[in-house]
T-cell receptor
Framework: NAGVTQTPKFQVLKTGQSMTLQCAQD?????MSWYRQDPGMGLRLIHY???????DQGEVPNGYNVSRSTTEDFPLRLLSAAPSQTSVYFC????????????FGSGTRLTVV | DQQVKQNSPSLSVQEGRISILNCDYT??????FLWYKKYPAEGPTFLIS?????DKNEDGRFTVFLNKSAKHLSLHIVPSQPGDSAVYFC????????????FGKGTSLLVTP
């Protein structure tokens, strides 16, 4: 099925560990972004990309790294996990025409202990 | 600083009646507005969008109204159905920030039979 695929769905990390959250889309969307959702906070933008090779920071970028080497993939790297990064992470992609909105993945639930 | 605000955390409506969800924004650079619906343990699903050059957009039971001078938008659902029970997020984007979305904190809608 076409859409945005996020892996893994669940992950537990120890403080200080690093990991990569994977995101892939097969809709040839130019725009991709990462959000985190915390209770009572809505979704907050971490990083976004307007095309392969182009990324920029969002509202809460500290502690995260991204790269976009292909149109399809937009991985999110946690450099040194902290308990404050316990959250649900969503990846999203979109055409440049905003009337169609972003398509979201089903999320990765991350716990840092 | 929250640029998109949804001041009502929850709303309860009877089946068949109108649901009105409100949203305010502060950033004058926002030029596209979207509503998303989210069920627990799923990613947000795009509902409807509106460009800043319009003041109304309809799609079936969903209508979004935009009042640019007041920096206010609202989502009307008519008639409301029990399946509409979910968290609704208002989001806004600006063309100068890669179309990335700024979300409100969400309003939890409960439609009772």
């Amino acid at each position: 099925n076409a859409g945005v695929t996020q892996t893994p769905k669940f992950q537990v990390l120890k403080t200080g560990q690093s990991m990569t959250l994977q995101c892939a889309q097969d809709m040839n969307h130019e725009y991709m972004s990462w959000y985190r959702q915390d209770p009572g906070m809505g979704l907050r933008l971490i990083h976004y990309s307007v095309g392969a090779g182009i990324t920029d920071q969002g509202e809460v970028p500290n502690g995260y790294n991204v790269s976009r080497s292909t149109t399809e993939d937009f991985p999110l790297r946690l450099l040194s996990a902290a308990p404050s990064q316990t959250s649900v992470y969503f990846c999203a992609s979109s055409y440049s025409n905003r009337r169609y909105g972003y398509t979201f993945g089903s999320g990765t639930r991350l716990t840092v202990v | 600083d929250q640029q998109v605000k949804q001041n009502s955390p929850s709303l309860s409506v009877q089946e068949g009646r109108i649901s009105i969800l409100n949203c305010d924004y502060t950033n004058s650079m926002f030029d596209y507005f979207l509503w998303y619906k989210k069920y627990p343990a799923e990613g947000p699903t795009f509902l409807i969008s509106i460009s800043s050059i319009k003041d109304k957009n309809e799609d079936g039971r969903f209508t979004v109204f935009l009042n640019k001078s007041a920096k206010h938008l609202s989502l009307h659902i008519v008639p409301s159905q029990p399946g509409d029970s979910a968290v609704y997020f208002c989001a806004a984007s600006a063309s100068n920030s890669g179309y990335a979305l700024n979300f409100g904190k969400g309003t939890s809608l409960l439609v009772t039979p």
